[in-house]
């Protein structure tokens, strides 16, 4: 009998057979191996590992919950013949169980998510401390109001109603528009009024050290008081405007240091001495009267940089004066000192203090903000350490979120912060005067007794905006302003109350730089471009 012809199709089939069976052979094998590999020798029983005389703590591990898997099971030791259905069928579910995971893993997930399950790397998230829901909202809304009339109107207490009503009618001074008010050539980082009364004179010192003089006594016309010229009553398409035809206010300007002005402050002895400190790494003091500047701190190598970021009369010792540097060293100088002991550093900070204070009444007592995100206070009045390491004890420190860019002492005592976490934090503190040298507070001590959410992201372009307080408020109630970045000015209570948001038309930029009249409800603001807000 011939041989039965076989057709390419059952050839080809056959092919496919025999190479399913070869894989599925193959499959079983490696499972069959994978039970004949050798254990790894371990350690004798009852002899623990050693170091000398050493001994090391076992280190706890966190187990994470990982994915389980579809895992491969030996055939032999489940009694499986190699080549049996059984042992195919088994290859193939595994095959099918491991195709699947992957399937699922690349699956969209559908419906919301916490993410709190869902952090990959990283700390743990904690919606408490969540920096990522103002980064939205924060932005600068220019001319966005938050508190306003409503505000005001709403509130129940009597006696804050009337302070609100009191601080919200201040009026921007009409004297001259805002834009037209250009106090220094440059940026302005330091502001402040004339201790003076009956006048509104106003300085402020900007970034390349100018330092600019403007007096709101004076008017546009000497012809009796008419309404001010405004710049949107003139048509700027008459060919015969000329901006030139505004009225421009009398504005002195003198070139006092060659970088920038930090910060300044009149002595409570002779309101006609003005004490500046600057970037250049000196102190200066303006004698108004005798119309001369002169140097009365700097250091003894002329070209060393040691910027300055403070300055503070003692005010029950006003020859002596305190300065903070920007590489976080506190210096005191005697003005009365021969010059070889007229001047003491500390370092009381590994990174820049920003700003810093005294307490008005008990002048041993100096608060300090700085880059490494603490607020501290320190006692003069007792040292610790020996040479350069010799530095004041501190009382108490509290840890905010990110830097601390000012720390402002209030008649009363209390301290006022400002921080780049969006906060302005009130510390209070309670019978400093009883405090003995080298007193501590505690940790929760040094807590806010009120803290207050507040867009403090100036960016690049904007100087760092500052908590001020009045020195000396008429109706004893202690209150601050500081710029806001919508383009008006706060004002607060020390409880954290919102007294008025101050702005008006003309206002083209940032009121960053923000501060009180010591005695008068005054407020000033200044500008990155040198121009002048008036509250009055």
Same mark, same amino acid.
């Given at each position: 009998?011939?041989?039965?012809?076989?057709?390419?199709?059952?050839?080809? /089939?056959?092919?496919?057979?025999?190479?399913?069976? *070869?894989?599925?052979?193959?499959?079983?094998?490696?499972?069959?191996?994978?039970?004949?590999?050798?254990?790894?020798?371990?350690?004798?029983?009852?002899?623990?590992?050693?170091?000398?005389?050493?001994? !090391?703590?076992?280190?706890?591990?966190?187990?994470?919950?990982?994915?389980?898997?579809?895992?491969?099971?030996?055939?032999?030791?489940?009694?499986?013949?190699?080549?049996?259905?059984?042992?195919?069928?088994?290859?193939?579910?595994?095959?099918?169980?491991?195709?699947?995971?992957? /399937?699922?893993? &690349?699956? &969209?997930?559908?419906?919301?998510?916490?993410?709190?399950?869902?952090?990959?790397?990283?700390?743990?998230?904690?919606?408490?401390?969540?920096?990522?829901?103002?980064?939205?909202?924060?932005?600068?809304?220019?001319?966005?109001?938050?508190?306003?009339?409503?505000?005001?109107?709403?509130?129940?207490?009597?006696?804050?109603?009337?302070?609100?009503?009191?601080?919200?009618?201040?009026?921007?001074?009409?004297?001259?528009?805002?834009?037209?008010?250009?106090?220094?050539?440059?940026?302005?980082?330091?502001?402040?009024?004339?201790?003076?009364?009956?006048?509104?004179?106003?300085?402020?010192?900007?970034?390349?050290?100018?330092?600019?003089?403007?007096? *709101?006594?004076?008017?546009?016309?000497?012809?009796?008081?008419?309404?001010?010229?405004?710049?949107?009553?003139?048509?700027?398409?008459?060919?015969?405007?000329?901006?030139?035809?505004?009225?421009?206010?009398?504005?002195?300007?003198?070139?006092?240091?060659? &970088?920038?002005?930090?910060?300044?402050?009149?002595?409570?002895?002779?309101?006609?001495?003005?004490?500046?400190?600057?970037?250049?790494?000196?102190?200066?003091?303006?004698?108004?009267?005798?119309?001369?500047?002169?140097?009365?701190?700097?250091?003894?190598?002329?070209?060393?940089?040691?910027?300055?970021?403070?300055?503070?009369?003692?005010?029950?010792?006003?020859?002596?004066?305190?300065?903070?540097?920007?590489?976080?060293?506190?210096?005191?100088?005697?003005? +009365?000192?021969?010059?070889?002991?007229?001047?003491?550093?500390?370092?009381?900070?590994?990174?820049?203090?920003?700003?810093?204070?005294?307490?008005?009444?008990?002048?041993?007592?100096?608060?300090?903000?700085? #880059?490494?995100?603490?607020?501290?206070?320190?006692?003069?009045?007792?040292?610790?350490?020996?040479?350069?390491? +010799?530095?004041?004890?501190?009382?108490?420190?509290?840890?905010? &979120?990110?830097?601390?860019?000012?720390?402002?002492?209030?008649?009363?005592?209390?301290?006022?912060?400002?921080?780049?976490?969006?906060?302005?934090?009130? !510390?209070?503190?309670?019978?400093?005067?009883?405090?003995?040298?080298?007193?501590?507070?505690?940790?929760?001590?040094?807590?806010?007794?009120?803290?207050?959410?507040?867009?403090?992201?100036?960016?690049?372009?904007?100087?760092?905006?500052?908590?001020?307080?009045?020195?000396?408020?008429?109706?004893?109630?202690?209150?601050?302003?500081?710029?806001?970045?919508?383009?008006?000015?706060?004002?607060?209570?020390?409880?954290?109350?919102? #007294?008025?948001?101050?702005?008006?038309?003309?206002?083209?930029?940032?009121?960053?730089? *923000?501060?009180?009249?010591?005695?008068?409800?005054?407020?000033?603001?200044?500008?990155?471009?040198?121009?002048?807000?008036?509250?009055?």
């Amino acid at each position: 009998m011939a041989k039965e012809q076989i057709s390419d199709y059952e050839q080809q /089939r056959q092919a496919n057979i025999a190479e399913r069976d *070869a894989l599925i052979k193959q499959l079983a094998l490696d499972a069959a191996s994978a039970a004949f590999q050798p254990k790894p020798v371990g350690r004798p029983a009852g002899r623990p590992a050693t170091n000398g005389n050493k001994t !090391h703590k076992k280190t706890v591990v966190k187990r994470v919950k990982e994915e389980v898997l579809p895992r491969r099971t030996s055939s032999r030791l489940a009694g499986l013949t190699a080549d049996s259905e059984v042992a195919k069928r088994k290859a193939e579910d595994e095959y099918e169980a491991v195709q699947q995971a992957a /399937r699922a893993k &690349r699956q &969209r997930v559908s419906g919301n998510l916490d993410l709190t399950d869902i952090v990959v790397a990283g700390k743990g998230w904690d919606k408490s401390e969540n920096y990522l829901v103002d980064v939205f909202s924060r932005g600068a809304k220019p001319y966005e109001r938050t508190f306003g009339d409503s505000e005001v109107k709403e509130t129940s207490d009597k006696e804050l109603r009337a302070l609100r009503e009191k601080m919200s009618g201040l009026e921007l001074y009409e004297g001259f528009e805002p834009n037209r008010i250009k106090i220094t050539p440059e940026r302005i980082y330091s502001l402040g009024f004339h201790p003076e009364p009956s006048k509104a004179l106003i300085f402020a010192g900007d970034k390349l050290g100018n330092l600019g003089i403007f007096d *709101a006594s004076q008017t546009t016309n000497p012809a009796p008081k008419t309404e001010p010229i405004k710049a949107e009553d003139l048509d700027s398409e008459d060919p015969e405007f000329d901006d030139d035809d505004l009225p421009t206010p009398a504005i002195t300007s003198f070139h006092l240091h060659t &970088r920038t002005i930090a910060a300044f402050q009149f002595s409570p002895l002779n309101a006609s001495h003005l004490y500046t400190a600057s970037y250049d790494s000196s102190l200066r003091l303006l004698d108004l009267t005798k119309s001369t500047s002169t140097e009365i701190y700097g250091p003894s190598d002329s070209e060393a940089d040691e910027p300055l970021s403070g300055i503070e009369v003692d005010p029950l010792s006003p020859h002596v004066l305190y300065f903070s540097r920007l590489d976080g060293f506190v210096g005191r100088h005697d003005t +009365r000192a021969p010059a070889s002991s007229a001047t003491d550093v500390y370092q009381l900070s590994e990174k820049k203090i920003g700003g810093f204070s005294m307490h008005p009444q008990y002048s041993h007592f100096l608060a300090t903000a700085s #880059l490494d995100r603490f607020m501290r206070v320190w006692d003069l009045r007792k040292m610790q350490g020996k040479g350069d390491a +010799r530095a004041p004890v501190c009382v108490g420190e509290h840890l905010s &979120r990110l830097s601390v860019s000012h720390a402002a002492f209030n008649a009363v005592g209390q301290v006022a912060t400002a921080s780049y976490d969006d906060t302005v934090k009130i !510390h209070s503190f309670e019978g400093m005067g009883g405090w003995k040298a080298g007193h501590t507070v505690e940790e929760a001590a040094m807590e806010p007794s009120a803290t207050v959410r507040h867009n403090n992201q100036t960016g690049r372009w904007v100087t760092i905006l500052r908590a001020q307080w009045q020195a000396q408020p008429s109706d004893s109630v202690q209150r601050f302003c500081i710029g806001n970045m919508n383009r008006f000015v706060d004002i607060y209570t020390a409880k954290g109350e919102q #007294l008025a948001q101050l702005g008006g038309d003309g206002i083209t930029a940032v009121p960053a730089v *923000a501060q009180f009249h010591p005695t008068n409800d005054w407020v000033a603001g200044g500008t990155a471009s040198g121009k002048l807000c008036l509250w009055m």
